[in-house]
């Protein structure tokens, strides 16, 4: 099976070469990075203090995994930690995040033999940490060659997901053999992933740690306060911002925002911060054609920012500071059929939440939210349905101050009731790198906890 595997990812990797060439000449998404992504990385042998290697895939893991690398530095203060991400953006907050925490951060290798192997040979780690559930079966079978133990942090398992590896469950029951310990974020997560083949006594589920890191840092209430003066987001404003976007939800937030402002006497105005940095000037084409005047985050300020109707936040990693200006912030990909995105950074520092009916990526969190009645979900609409469901909706919140303000309270109050799961993480990880190299003679039956309700 790892033959075909790799086979299957080499022709993958020519069939696809034409559109990761495109890509890199017009965006640069794929050449970022390169040579680490084939295992050109520094030689770390020189030092003697082990190595922990931490993986996020993308922003939303990078942002989760914050707090869980300050208690794994407090925890482990003789540990090197190395991060690496899968995508640009991931990279680019991963660098900022983790810029005192981590020796180094990098992309992550393609999952070659080869090149897995000039990777592991130049970390050489005492363990490797996988937020959420990304499965590399060629690195996860190399760990387990080196006895080196492969723990999954944080783990969930969508409902598609599930579906997809239950297609091929031999072959995953035979990676998850290499997992040392898979600490889930729900119930139905880790019974997921027991269904699939991995042991009881290697599952934990110690809640989400995305319930600690949704608050603000002093940095993010700096950087709203910047963004706040700039763009004149003062009292009297109804600010909305449309948080990681896909596409048709730009399109989607344009027309709302006209059925909005038709239907208010109050100032109303839009931030759209699109999920992915390639689609910016697509999104500020959407804009500029939709007759508002609008501002991008990055251009140079202008006397005219203070006044426009839409706020392009064509940047990386300043999202979370706009939470703290707005009345209300929908979560994309939801409308659009993606699974949606992370709503616990709005809703913990108690804004007034919307989301569309496509949320099964974040189905724990939304189901926690909804039966405290702290976020909003539309139904499942069609795409020419969509502006003016969502337009009511907002519309009926930013008249409603009472209902608005009471929605984001009991959303806050959610994140506050769900916290501590980074702690029970670490405990996990803490019984692992203590442990003997096989993952067979571990028991953590101890650490098998339910989160905050």
Not at 276 to 305: C, M, Q, Y
Not at 319 to 346: C, K, Y
């Amino acid at each position: 099976m790892y033959l075909l595997y790799s086979l299957l990812l080499t022709i993958g990797f020519i069939l696809l070469l034409p559109r990761f060439a495109f890509d890199a000449l017009r965006t640069r998404k794929y050449i970022t990075g390169l040579g680490q992504r084939l295992g050109n990385l520094p030689n770390f042998k020189s030092s003697d203090s082990p190595l922990i290697w931490l993986h996020c895939v993308s922003v939303g893991e990078t942002e989760a995994a914050r707090p869980f690398v300050r208690a794994l530095k407090e925890k482990f203060p003789h540990h090197r930690l190395v991060v690496s991400t899968t995508t640009v953006t991931g990279q680019s907050v991963a660098r900022r995040a983790f810029a005192k925490d981590a020796a180094a951060v990098f992309y992550f290798p393609i999952d070659w033999s080869w090149v897995v192997r000039r990777v592991m040979r130049n970390l050489e780690p005492s363990a490797f940490l996988i937020m959420e559930t990304e499965l590399w079966p060629n690195l996860m079978r190399e760990c387990g060659r080196r006895s080196i133990p492969v723990a999954i942090v944080n783990g969930r398992i969508s409902q598609r997901s599930f579906g997809r590896y239950k297609l091929i469950r031999s072959f995953v029951r035979r990676m998850l053999k290499d997992v040392s310990i898979a600490v889930m974020q729900s119930d139905e997560d880790a019974s997921r992933i027991r269904d699939l083949g991995l042991p009881a006594e290697r599952v934990i589920m110690a809640g989400n740690v995305k319930f600690d890191s949704a608050s603000i840092s002093s940095n993010d209430a700096k950087l709203a306060s910047e963004i706040r003066e700039r763009f004149a987001f003062h009292a009297g404003d109804h600010l909305i911002v449309m948080a990681s976007t896909h596409g048709p939800e730009e399109s989607i937030a344009i027309e709302a925002f006209k059925l909005i402002r038709s239907s208010s006497n109050e100032r109303v105005r839009m931030l759209i911060a699109t999920r992915h940095p390639e689609r910016f000037n697509e999104v500020a084409g959407l804009i500029e054609s939709s007759g508002f005047t609008w501002a991008r985050r990055s251009a140079a300020p202008a006397k005219t920012d203070h006044n426009c109707d839409i706020v392009l936040l064509d940047s990386i990693g300043e999202l979370r500071a706009t939470f703290s200006l707005a009345e209300v912030a929908f979560v994309g990909g939801s409308i659009a059929p993606h699974g949606g995105h992370n709503a616990l950074e709005p809703a913990a520092q108690g804004v007034c939440v919307v989301t569309g009916a496509h949320t099964e990526n974040f189905a724990a969190i939304t189901k926690a939210l909804l039966s405290a009645n702290a976020i909003v979900q539309l139904p499942n609409v069609s795409e020419p349905e969509a502006p003016a469901v969502l337009a009511s909706a907002m519309t009926e919140l930013l008249t409603n101050d009472s209902r608005r303000k009471e929605i984001g309270q009991r959303a806050k109050a959610v994140c506050n009731r769900n916290t501590g799961a980074t702690e029970r993480v670490v405990d996990a990880i803490a019984e692992l790198l203590h442990a003997p190299s096989s993952s067979e003679s571990v028991s953590f039956s101890t650490l098998h906890v339910s989160a905050a309700k």
